[in-house]
């Protein structure tokens, strides 16, 4: 601990005597000042003991003395010490008063003590201080190192939080929780969630003090890693603010938290290149070649059904709208490129549905295959994994806030288009990942940020001929028909619609339009001669059928 006026008094050499504010002994004292201004206020920083001989003072009068007293605690000075025996014998009384009155701490110094031995001995305690203080950093370091390498980032938010006799807990890029300690702290890291987010927007390193009611404590929160977004955050929470030592400690954590960040970055950019190899098999048709290559890294992935996502940017879609076939797989970027940033920071949304993907498999212990492919991303995570839903959450929380805003911002190029396929196994891996490129396609022309393929199935074609294209399709084969009518010369179009819905049945047909079997013959025969196209082909009767639908749908 720092020197405090009680050490002083209780300095045996010193020989100091209080004489007021004797209450306030447990002060700290930042330093030991001699000065016989009569108002040495603006030389002061606040801390200090402020030695004196009243050479320069009128110090029986009571109103000088209430009003420099005054200053002297107003300015910081937490202590004053007044020599006896240089120009006054004794303490005068109007300074006794003012001092007692402010509640300043006055100390008597006999005539045999010299200044000098009171400033040696606060330099002296200030340096004992700060050497305590640098060799229980160094303790605290090498015991924050070898819980590292021993125990992980577990064992280093235990060594962390009884060096600073608080808590500490690690977040991940996402903002989530990854570890406490101790663990009755893992609700009140989880309040600082937001705290962590808006962390995470600034650029690294940064920290920031966070306190109040509903932390309950104070709280630092500092960002890790070395790149332009923090890959992780650190919080330390104390009933106070932190000393000297506990400081050391807190940056030899975060250090030690970058390292290994860092490693894992390194790690994770080497195992996105192997899952990118194995990606290309598995839609290769060599699931065995696959497995080999993946060995234990992606656990039973490869053994279980899985679905695939595929994912786009909006202007990537935009380009890739009349692309035929697979993008083909290429090795995953470097560990150079910019980090992900989760919802809502105005990040990339591709590498956002990265690392969520990969935060949510991480909690819950599942593995999942990420392989950013430029401005693609594809993903393969287990059935039912939560890896796939915090995707379809991620896309969810995308959907909502493009109908939260103007028209003009969701047509920006941040958004995400996203496919998923149907479960599928390692032999059907092509397969399911054509699924998710279909039902990327079709949330691309729907105005959808996510489609599940399993969905198309479901529903009904319909939908798909509000697209432009068929409409236009429509347009052009039936003009025809739709100009003839118009004269007034006959109902070609609702004779022709009747006719098909009712599967080419004569009598049913013209009983729904009101007309002789005879006369829906005839009009059947011009559309024959108007379209220049015969009604006995299937192929017609269904793209006839498709264009009436179409045009329907307008």
């Known amino acids: 601990m720092p020197p405090t006026l009680a050490s ?29 201004l009569a108002d040495p206020v603006p030389y002061m920083e606040g801390g200090e003991l402020l030695l004196i001989t009243a050479l320069k003072l009128d110090a029986e009068d009571p109103e000088a003395m209430r009003r420099y007293v005054k200053r002297l ?19 005068p009384e109007a300074l006794v008063d003012a001092a007692e009155a402010e509640r300043l701490p006055l100390l008597e110094v006999p005539r045999r003590t010299p200044f000098l031995a009171i400033s040696k001995a606060v330099s002296a305690a200030i340096a004992a201080d700060q050497y305590r ?79 109040g009611p509903e932390t309950e404590d104070r ?18 929470g104390t009933a106070a603010p932190l000393g000297t030592a506990e400081r050391y400690a807190v940056h030899s954590a975060i250090a030690l938290l970058t390292l290994t960040t860092e490693r894992s970055r390194s790690l994770h950019a080497a195992e996105q290149r192997i899952g990118a190899a194995v990606l290309r098999m598995l839609l290769a048709g060599q699931p065995d070649h696959a497995r080999a ?23 990537a879609s935009a380009a890739r709208a009349h692309a035929d076939g697979h993008a083909r797989v290429q090795a995953a970027r470097p560990a150079s490129a910019a980090a992900p940033a989760a919802p809502g920071t105005g990040g990339d949304p591709l590498a956002g549905l990265a690392e969520v993907a990969e935060a949510a498999a991480a909690r819950s212990g599942e593995a999942v295959l990420v392989v950013p492919d430029g401005e693609r991303l594809v993903v393969l995570a287990g059935d039912g994994s939560a890896a796939v839903a915090a995707c379809a959450e991620y896309a969810a929380a995308l959907e909502a806030a493009r109908a939260a805003v103007s028209e003009r911002t969701a047509g ?20 399911a990942y054509k699924q998710a490129e279909q039902a990327l396609s079709v949330a691309r022309r729907r105005g959808r940020v996510l489609v599940e393929h399993e969905q198309l199935a479901s529903g009904s074609v319909l939908p798909l001929l509000a697209d432009d294209a068929v409409r236009a399709f429509a347009d052009g084969l039936l003009r025809a028909l739709y100009e003839h009518d118009a004269t007034g010369r006959g109902d070609l179009v609702a004779s022709l619609r009747a ?18 079997r005879h006369t829906l013959r ?19 009767r269904m793209e006839l059928w498709l264009a009436l639908k179409a045009t329907s749908t307008e």
């Open 8 to 36: 002083l008094v209780h300095h045996s050499a010193l020989k100091l005597t209080v004489r007021a504010g004797a209450d306030r002994l447990d002060v700290p004292v930042r330093w030991a000042h001699v000065s016989e």
């Open 73 to 91: 605690a107003g300015a910081g000075v937490v202590g004053l010490g007044f020599a006896v025996g240089v120009n006054y014998d004794e303490i």
């Open 133 to 211: 203080a640098v060799t229980a950093g160094f303790a605290a370091q090498r015991e924050l190192t070898r819980q590292a390498l021993n125990a992980g980032p577990e064992g280093l938010l235990a060594a962390l939080a009884a060096q600073v006799d608080g808590w500490a807990a690690l977040y991940d890029a996402s903002g989530a929780v990854v570890a406490t300690a101790p663990e009755w702290a893992v609700r009140r890291a989880a309040r600082l969630t937001a705290d962590v987010e808006r962390l995470r927007d600034r650029p690294a390193p940064a920290s920031a003090v966070v306190g």
């Open 219 to 236: 709280v630092e929160l500092h960002s890790i890693g070395t790149g332009r977004r923090p890959r992780a955050a650190l919080a330390v």
């Open 293 to 315: 290559v993946a060995g234990d890294l992606y656990g039973g992935l490869l053994d279980a059904p899985f679905r695939v996502i595929v994912a786009e940017s909006a202007s």
């Open 412 to 431: 920006e190029e941040d958004e995400l288009v996203v496919g998923l396929s149907a479960p599928a196994g390692p032999i059907a891996a092509a397969a």
């Open 499 to 516: 006719w098909l819905s009712r599967h080419g049945q004569w009598d049913a047909a013209a009983a729904d339009l009101g007309v002789h």
């Open 522 to 540: 005839y009009r059947m025969r011009r559309v024959e001669e108007i379209l220049g196209r015969s009604l006995d082909d299937p192929d017609v």
